[in-house]
């Protein structure tokens, strides 16, 4: 983490307080306060006033460092979903072709239909999300929807999975492998976006009265 000993005063303590309210994400704090800082030496650039001043008043501009780091919260669960979704995607594909040719039981079939519905309902909600352009409170309480639909999808894969691993002896030792990966990969995910969206709401219910 940097210490911003290139900025006056008032930026850096704005971006300590910015990085440290994003520090569950390291390297997104990282990014958030490289783009903030950027800003703020921009407008002590273009101002006329001694920079300490200029960027005390661009740090007011901005508003409080909690709200921007809520905000900016809600950009990281967004993206975290829909990459955790193609995820999913990817391996609903998979357990159904590896039904359809023998190679697993027809319960990952059916745990891969009813992530199927689960996955459509968090989709919806990031698909309203993105033609609404909502923001801020906006887009924290739309997530609550997609968020617990991609948990729901994510544990229905797994005990699709983990039931057809354990019940289904006919199976090749290739599929047996890779369930075993998929659901490892898919718990850490599962783990990782709930971690994630907990320090989310945190900073949100932080701001609310």
């Not at 005390?56 to 460092?65: C, D, E, H, I, V």
């Not at 027809?106 to 309902?121: D, F, P, Y």
């Not at 890779?178 to 949100?204: E, P």
Request: glycine share 6%.
């Amino acid at each position: 983490m940097s210490d911003f000993h290139d900025y006056p005063p008032a930026a850096r303590d704005y971006l300590l307080q910015l990085h440290q309210a994003l520090s569950f994400a390291p390297r997104y704090a990282t990014e958030v306060c490289a783009e903030v800082g950027d800003h703020f030496m921009e407008a002590i650039e273009c101002s006329d006033q001694h920079p300490d001043s200029a960027a005390l008043n661009a740090t007011q501009r901005f508003g409080s460092p909690l709200l921007l780091a809520a905000e900016f919260s809600t950009v990281l669960i967004t993206r975290k979903l829909r990459h955790t979704l193609l995820l999913n995607m990817a391996v609903m594909v998979v357990m159904i072709v590896a039904v359809f040719s023998c190679f697993a039981g027809r319960q990952g079939g059916a745990g891969a239909i009813a992530a199927c519905l689960s996955g459509a309902v968090a989709w919806s909600g990031l698909l309203l999300i993105q033609r609404n352009q909502l923001s801020g409170t906006q887009l924290y309480h739309w997530l609550c929807t997609p968020m617990i639909a991609c948990q729901i999808t994510c544990f229905v894969m797994i005990l699709g999975l983990v039931w057809n691993l354990t019940h289904f002896s006919g199976g090749s030792p290739l599929w047996a492998l890779f369930d075993v990966t998929v659901v490892a990969m898919m718990a850490l995910r599962m783990l990782h976006l709930r971690h994630h969206s907990r320090r989310m709401c945190l900073l949100w219910r932080q701001m609310m009265p």
